[in-house]
């Protein structure tokens, strides 16, 4: 009996999980993407908000630095949206670098703000139509920090006396 009742437990629990997935593929869009840095300073997640046109960052801006160079990816849940392709379609405030698959790399100017938009496919599958959408993605670009301390003595070197 107790076998029995943990082998209907387990079909329960895999029911359950799979009910879960199911509904969260069921979309033909994605419900958000996560743009992260290659230095770890940045993870924001861009979403569709109603009634625009695209998904948005707007919420949360990406800090970058002025004049410098950064590469980025963007992410989405592969259980349900593997094979989705991306192809730039505008950029301001810096230069596009490189561009591959889901990472870009933007040689970033001196303006305050920045701006990137994606064209994103999603193949569908599942019964699911093609999804054709834009990411307009905004970045703030800051300053870069300067160090405000001086080391003491002067010149600071080993067994100085």
Known sequence: MEKILKII????????????????CSVPCPPLF??????GCNNVEARKLPPSSGYTNSFSPIRSCKNTRMKYTIAVDPTCFSGTTYSLISISGGTLI????????VQWGASNVGN??????T??????????????????LLNKPVAV???TPQPACFNNP
């Open 9 to 24: 437990l387990l079909a329960f629990v895999g029911i359950s999980i799979n009910n879960t997935i199911n509904a969260q």
């Open 34 to 39: 996560t743009i992260s840095d290659s230095i």
């Open 98 to 105: 490189n561009f591959v698959n889901n990472m870009f790399t």
């Open 116 to 121: 990137v938009s994606i064209e994103f496919i």
């Open 123 to 140: 193949p569908g599958g599942a019964g699911l139509q093609v999804c054709r959408d834009t990411l307009n993605l905004t970045f703030n």
């Open 149 to 151: 301390f001086v080391a």
